[in-house]
């Protein structure tokens, strides 16, 4: 199993600059990408304000790092739509792999690790554990 943690790149700056249901929308835009990439058995859910938390079963960290960059890609590529203007919408994602000593704490304070040096790397990164090492 593995797990990725996506945020939304500069939310705030899209509900400052917009308003907040143009937030809003891009959440939902998000998980719309998600849902039409990801495979039936992955589950997705909002973990934070402008966060997603996504589990893969039965995946390893290069196959969760390959759907979540075809994710990247694909909003990267298409804005959000939003009173007639494209609004871009960017996320940063770490992955982490489940090993047989892990507790849950430890998966998810690995993805965030990863997630933090996608973020501090200029965003809009898909980062795994084996990308660290």
Known sequence: ????????DLLSRINENH???AGDQA????????RGLLRSQDIISRSGEEEFIVVFP?????????ALDRLRSV?????????????????????????PS?????????????????KDSGRNLVI????LA
């Open 75 to 99: 909003l990267e590529r298409i804005p959000l739509r939003y009173q007639g203007k494209a609004i871009p919408v960017t996320i940063s994602v770490g992955i982490a792999e489940m090993h």
């Open 58 to 66: 039965e995946s390893n960290a290069p196959g969760a790092t390959f």
């Open 1 to 8: 199993m593995s797990i990725g943690l996506i945020d939304i």
């Open 102 to 118: 892990d507790t849950l704490s430890d998966l998810i304070q690995r993805a965030e690790r990863c997630l933090r040096k996608a």
């Open 19 to 21: 308003d907040r249901d």
């Open 27 to 34: 959440l939902l835009h998000v998980v719309a990408a998600a």
């Open 128 to 131: 795994n554990e084996m990308d």
